[in-house]
């Protein structure tokens, strides 16, 4: 039932392949002969889950594919300031979207800019702007806590509620989204290696470089489930919804290259709260293990209720993917999913499951009530 809710809730190849089609063709724009930015030589790559191959599908029909993208100029931010750099890459945005007919105009957001494609493709992609920043590399380079290698791909992001956005100084918001790749694959390095391998045997070496979204670890798909979860759980109040980051940042930290699925859902699932630790003034920190600066959890201070809103989540977690839980019998196991992943994926699974062993099944009645074992509402 587990490998079947995952397989309803991933997207598939041709998703990430047409977000890298779109993403490269921005890329290009950038760097062709008459972009204003072109002698910068304009680096485009992925950050987030379609990076670290965790997307799943919307939850609803109204929900998009988000893809965050990273625009790097070469250029010293001792010489340019946030809002100049965020115009001169959202005017070359606006004329893509102009040759490219798109109904949409980009929008500006707090940090990127936004393209909107046709409403049948369900797409979004968000822009950001940056520059290269060794600021984190000679403040942590003897933090046993960070690699250095780690260190070096910090960049300087645009933020237009940063209090220097207007002005050229050193004091920029630090992002690192290279580096926390390269820490999210060190925790699953065994078992990210096993299945590369034996996806080039499947290929026959006829690929020079496996894309890293075939390579699903039993890592990235906990992660997946667990944002599944949290979609379903939080549809109707999403503004309080634990964030995509804090989860993948807990789930890695656990992981122990489990090869079963199963098991690694129930050790990461019991796990997490583990790492969700307070600071000396009694303040809860999820830190980024590629920025000690950076705290995940620093909105909580304002907004108690996202806070509560994640151990509320959390406790539903730890109970939903307990031992205990996924191995009950066949109706009260199919009751539970149902509640964690909707009703509908929960019957698809089911339905594969019983045609895969292609013997009856006895299903569940669809009536069956989907109440919350404990009360869920958006009242923190």
Not at 298 to 318: G, S, T
């Amino acid at each position: 039932m587990i490998e079947e809710i995952l397989s309803e809730i991933q997207i598939s190849e041709s998703k990430y392949e047409e977000a890298e089609r779109r993403y490269n063709a921005i890329g290009e724009w950038l760097n062709r002969d008459e972009s204003m930015v072109a002698k910068f030589s304009p680096k485009i790559y992925a950050q987030g889950s379609f990076l670290f191959g965790t997307a799943i599908k919307p939850t609803t029909m109204r929900d998009e594919y988000d893809v965050d993208i990273v625009s790097e100029l070469e250029i010293s931010k001792f010489t340019i300031s946030q809002s100049a750099l965020k115009e001169m890459i959202g005017k070359e945005i606006k004329a893509y979207a102009e040759s490219q007919n798109m109904d949409h105009k980009p929008s500006e957001g707090k940090r990127c800019w936004t393209l909107i494609y046709a409403d049948g493709t369900k797409f979004h992609i968000d822009v950001l702007p940056a520059v290269p920043d060794n600021r984190l590399l000679l403040e942590f380079k003897n933090d046993v806590r960070v690699h250095t290698s780690w260190l070096e791909t910090a960049i300087a992001i645009t933020d237009r509620t940063h209090k220097n956005f207007d002005k050229i100084t050193q004091d920029w918001p630090v992002s690192n989204p290279k580096g926390y790749f390269q820490w999210f694959k060190e925790q699953m390095v065994v078992q990210f290696e096993e299945k590369s391998r034996a996806l080039f045997e499947a290929y026959q070496g006829e690929v020079e470089e496996m894309p890293f979204y075939k390579v699903r670890t039993p890592l990235q798909n906990v992660i997946q489930l667990l944002k599944y979860h949290r979609d379903v759980l939080f549809e109707n109040y999403s503004e309080n919804k634990p964030i995509s980051i804090i989860i993948t940042t807990l789930a890695a930290h656990v992981y122990n290259n489990e090869a079963d699925l199963v098991d690694a859902l129930i050790n990461i699932s019991a796990k997490m709260r583990n790492f969700v630790e307070k600071d000396q003034y009694g303040n809860w920190e999820i830190i980024n293990p590629v920025n000690p600066k950076e705290n995940f959890t620093d909105k909580w201070v304002d907004n108690p209720n996202l806070e509560n809103a994640f151990f509320k989540w959390l406790d539903r977690v730890e109970e939903d993917f307990s031992f205990e839980n996924l191995t009950k019998e066949s109706e009260p196991l199919f009751e539970s999913f149902q509640q964690s992943f909707g009703v509908g994926i929960a019957a698809k699974a089911l339905e594969k499951v019983a045609s895969r062993k292609q013997s009856p099944i006895s299903k569940p009645s669809p009536k069956v009530d989907i109440s919350p074992r404990k009360p869920w509402t958006n009242k923190f």
